[in-house]
């Protein structure tokens, strides 16, 4: 009997697509712990992750010969990640998403699929495109250019309380669209 155990991730995911069960459950040994920890970090709902957990394997089982996955571990927990936004945005009030906007949007998304990242990229500029032209140009100063809100409102001749609101309103605005435009990116992923 083979040792599955020693066998690389590219050799488990390669036997995966071919249909082996048993590097199937070699992956799911390895990386459910990790997986469901990052959910929980998000969530912290045991059962919600648990259930997110599962479906994300079950996804990986059942499209495994349409989805080509370089690294593993970063498939699954962008996965996971994305399933925990489609959770949180249909149920805003239920739970709370750990991950602030602002670490969301200034840290590397980390997706199997470059084009995934370049869809995402293209979905946030199309909703920036039509923001009003004060607010747009707020949150470029402030996320792209790293400005404080105090330099802003200089900059502007507005008060720093505007400021502060009008990026609390994009960074809610955004949040709802991009949970939302993610999931069907995920969803389309999946079925391509």
Not at 30 to 46: C, F, H, I, N, T
Not at 104 to 109: A, D, G, K
Not at 136 to 163: D, P
Request: glycine share 2%; with cysteine.
């Amino acid at each position: 009997m083979t040792a599955y155990s020693s066998f690389t991730d590219q050799e488990l995911t390669s036997l995966l697509q071919q249909g082996d069960q048993t590097a199937f459950t070699e992956i799911y040994r390895k990386y459910w712990p990790e997986v469901y920890q990052g959910a929980y970090r998000r969530l912290r709902d045991k059962e919600q992750c648990q259930d997110i957990v599962q479906n994300v394997f079950a996804m990986l089982w059942d499209h495994r010969l349409q989805n080509q996955v370089n690294n593993i571990a970063a498939y699954l927990h962008t996965a996971v990640k994305f399933q925990v936004i489609k959770y949180v945005s249909r149920r805003p009030r239920q739970c709370e998403l750990l991950e602030s906007f602002d670490e969301l949007i200034s840290s590397p998304i980390q997706v199997d699929d470059p084009l995934l990242e370049k869809e995402i990229v293209k979905l946030l500029q199309l909703y920036i495109d039509t923001l009003p032209r004060k607010r747009k140009e707020i949150f470029v100063l402030y996320y792209t250019e790293g400005i404080s809100t105090s330099e802003i409102a200089e900059r502007l001749g507005i008060s720093q309380k505007t400021v502060q609101n009008q990026i609390n309103t994009v960074n809610t605005a955004l949040r709802a669209r991009m949970a939302h435009l993610l999931t069907v990116v995920i969803v389309a992923g999946f079925i391509n």
